[in-house]
């Protein structure tokens, strides 16, 4: 049996996670793969958050800073905080009920993104990248995501890194690596949450032995965030080579990881997701009854 988490503890909230929730990913980043450039205005980035919202997105992902693949490009901290921080205070300030997070590797647009209203940092590097992330965190008392990925911004997305003799067993340690540099930090346990960071130095099967492998990182009793939507593993799996067409194969591999002990899911496409999820939930959590009778 999972010894699941009940709730994730953010700043200034706590999130029961007693349903799946839905991190809507929002991008303001040039070269993002799937959604290049759409929602670089701060009006778009609201708009799109809302959307996102009334569908039934519990989080807000911002990020301005790409892993692509393809020759993602590093951004220093000034232009990614000249990206982001105007967002992230508007989705704050004009649309309620979600919580916001960051996603990035750099402390210094952790602080100004939590002074300008995010409750979690989503860092990719797992705090391997900015040894400042774990103090600036603890501080702010954000949640974050602790997310398995080797090599910099601009090659973690890519397979450079992705050697394993065991995958499960050496993602599972140097994940547990960073968390315990984040607690070593000061960071609450009842704030972390963890990811195995699926296409992240992982071809497709490793990011399949991963998402199989799910019930043992849910054994560690922190919230269990996975990021499949519309990754490469799937256009491969599905043969879709439109990371857009992707949702379907987006959703299958969510039910799947939600079964297999995952609570926290982000997501481009929020309305397919929140239903899948929430309808395989419902089943989950009813005993078989024996009869067969209705
Ligand atoms: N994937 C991407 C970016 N950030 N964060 C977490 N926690 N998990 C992920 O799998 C993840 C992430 C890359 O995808 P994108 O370019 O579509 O945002």
């Given at each position: 049996m999972i010894k699941a988490a009940a709730t994730w503890?953010?700043?200034?909230?706590?999130?029961?996670?007693?349903?799946p929730l839905i991190m809507g990913i929002l991008n303001v980043t040039p070269d993002s793969f799937s959604d290049g450039g759409r929602f670089f205005s701060r009006d778009a980035a609201?708009?799109?958050a809302t959307r996102m919202r009334d569908e039934g997105a519990d989080i807000i992902d911002v990020g301005g800073e790409s892993t692509r693949p393809q020759g993602a490009a590093a951004v220093d901290a000034a232009e990614e905080i000249r990206r982001v921080i105007p967002v992230?205070?508007?989705i704050a300030d004009r649309v309620s009920g979600v919580v916001v997070s960051v996603d990035?590797?750099?402390?210094?647009?952790?602080r100004a993104a939590a002074e300008a209203g995010a409750q979690i940092v989503n860092d990719v590097s797992g705090f391997r990248l900015d040894p400042r992330m774990g103090e600036i965190c603890a501080g702010t008392g954000a949640g974050v995501v602790l997310m398995h990925s080797r090599?910099?911004?601009?090659?973690?997305?890519?397979?450079?890194?992705?050697?394993?003799?065991?995958v499960v067993a050496e993602v599972l340690a140097e994940l547990r690596q960073r968390v315990d540099a984040a607690r070593r930090a000061g960071v609450a346990r009842d704030r972390v949450a963890v990811d195995p960071g699926i296409g992240f130095a992982k071809r497709g099967e490793h990011s399949l032995n991963m998402l199989a492998a799910l019930p043992?990182?849910?054994?560690?009793?922190?919230?269990?965030?996975?990021?499949?939507?519309?990754?490469?593993?799937l256009g491969e799996l599905a043969e879709v080579s439109e990371p857009a067409a992707r949702v379907?194969?987006?959703?299958?591999?969510?039910?799947?990881?939600?079964?297999?002990?995952?609570?926290?899911f982000r997501v481009h496409d929020v309305a397919a997701n929140r239903q899948a999820l929430d309808v395989a939930w419902a089943i989950m959590q009813r005993?078989?009854?024996?009869?067969?009778?209705?």
């Open positions: 503890r953010v700043k200034g909230a706590a999130l029961a996670l007693t349903r609201v708009e799109h992230i205070g508007a990035t590797v750099k402390a210094d647009v952790a090599g910099g911004v601009t090659d973690m997305g890519t397979y450079a890194h992705a050697e394993y003799s065991d043992a990182l849910a054994e560690w009793g922190y919230p269990v965030v996975v990021g499949v939507s519309r990754k490469r593993f379907h194969a987006t959703v299958g591999a969510n039910v799947a990881a939600l079964h297999r002990g995952a609570r926290v005993e078989p009854q024996a009869s067969g009778r209705p």
